[in-house]
Nanobody, 115 residues
């Protein structure tokens, strides 16, 4: 079917930066959008940033000005550049791939922002 593989999580100090990558492979005929959601302990999963296949991004208010989402259509890969990270950004980050008739999720990658 479709495989979604994330990379780039880890531990970072407040004010630091990280870059996440997510590659989709397999039976992919038409991607509508790719993006990132996150889930902190005891909270619901929430949108971080998504980008359409045409390159239009959408961000959560909490990350605007700090995070940048981009897409490489040729590689079916989405990136999330995260700058000025804050402790409240600590969560498991999940890649989301929306096809014409199905949605796929990655396994999640932990990001911890702590001194």
């Amino acid at each position: 079917q479709v495989q979604v593989v994330e990379s780039g999580g880890g531990l970072v100090q407040p004010g630091g930066s990280l870059r996440l990558s997510c590659a989709a492979s397999g039976r992919i005929f038409s991607i509508n959008s790719m993006g990132w959601y996150r889930q902190a302990p005891g909270k619901q999963r929430e949108l971080v940033a998504v980008i359409s296949i045409s390159g239009n991004p959408n961000y959560a208010d909490s990350v605007k000005g700090r995070f940048t989402v981009s897409i490489d259509n040729a590689k079916n890969t989405v990136y999330l550049q995260m700058n000025d990270l804050k402790p409240e950004d600590t969560a498991v980050y999940y890649c989301n791939v929306r096809l014409l008739r199905a949605t796929y999720w990655g396994q999640g990658t932990q990001i911890t922002v702590s001194s």
